[in-house]
């Protein structure tokens, strides 16, 4: 544990010396800083351009050791940057978007909004009015019109964002040239993206962090947001990288910046225990599962580092595995039925590979197959523990 921490604070340092080296050249072209250190009720300023946001509904801001960080909530929460945000941006023409989020493991992006952030000129917009510029998670598509949204031009991967980590954003323009970066890889990027300052025909008043431009679109909910950023330049490879690089340590700070209360997750050890005392009959799968995931919880308990987030997180997930495991016995593991539960099977994870152990013996072979696609003889099912 000690040699992981050394090399932890050795690569931060790395991390921090190579930010260094290029901060004075990028800070004198940074317009727009969020950082969420500057906060008094729900007002929240930044820093550079001294634009004071608001906290709008459930949005608050949060803190994980020293870094603190926006909160959009389980509701309508966002940040409303007001028009002086929009004032900066409708004034650019090569620019830098970069902004940290984590999106909660069981939140939903499915459907229309999840926006990250927006600049538009009117709070409704429409399939022809009005002009914006805006990025969303459900597709993770950057995307500016110069009226409504049947006059996009932008780029997307198609895919959700990824869910439970901290994650790195950034657009750059040079032109009319976009590129969408995440966590410092190329993703996309499209020719004939429309200029800011010739796309916005007013300032954009709407600017948002975590609202869509659309009225009925979806709020983005059970979001963190950290150091949104706007340059009024499109950045070099290298200072992409750099940014992208500081994902790895929000995600530490989130997860042992202050340590948090340990008593839940005792009792949410505990609990796991006394389930598997007494665990006859069920499938092999869930109880190895189960396993595990308490071993991993005893090493954080005994580590004693392990931040609210975090512990509630491992209290969540223990008590989810507990219901899983006394939701499927080992006898239906065994019926010549169309389907049988994934969790009758073990797989070795990370802890039970640091243990060197496995709940499940080596498999002599693969499961006969009898009578159908998907029924195993009871010999079969003895035998075969895939691992």
Known sequence: MTSKMSKMRSAFLLLAILLSTWTASAQEH???????D?????????????????????????????????????GTGY?????????????????????????????????????????????????????????RLNAQRMATSTGGWGSEVGMETGAEATKGKWTHVLYRQSGQQGELFIDGKKVAQAAGMPVLSKAFTAVPAYCWIGRAPFATDSYLKQTLVSDF???????????????AKVADQIEQDYRYGTPGDFATLQTAIGEGQAFLSSATGYAPGAVAKMEDMILQAQMELKAGRASQALIDQYVSELQAVTTTASAIPAASCR?????????????????????????????????TWRHGPRRLSSAAVVRDRTI
Request: net charge positive.
């Open 30 to 36: 940074l317009k727009l800083q969020f950082n969420f």
């Open 38 to 74: 500057h906060v008094s009720g729900k007002s929240v300023t930044d820093p550079v351009s001294g634009v004071t946001a608001q906290l709008m509904n459930e949005a608050s801001v949060v803190s994980y050791g020293s870094r603190h960080v926006l909160d959009l909530g389980n």
């Open 79 to 135: 940040l409303d940057m007001i028009r002086e945000a929009g004032a900066v941006v409708k004034g650019l023409a090569d620019f830098t978007v970069s902004v940290y989020y984590r999106v909660d493991k069981n939140a939903s992006l499915s459907g229309a909004g999840y926006f990250l952030w927006c600049f538009s000129q009117s709070a409704a917009n429409t399939q022809t009015s009005a002009p914006y510029s805006a990025y």
């Open 229 to 243: 950023r706007v340059y009024d330049t499109a950045l070099a490879d290298g200072e992409v990288a750099t940014l």
């Open 335 to 367: 019926k010549t039925t169309s389907t049988v539960p994934s969790n009758c099977w073990p797989t070795v994870t990370s802890a039970s590979r640091r243990r060197g152990t496995s709940s499940a013996p080596t498999p002599t072979r693969r499961p």
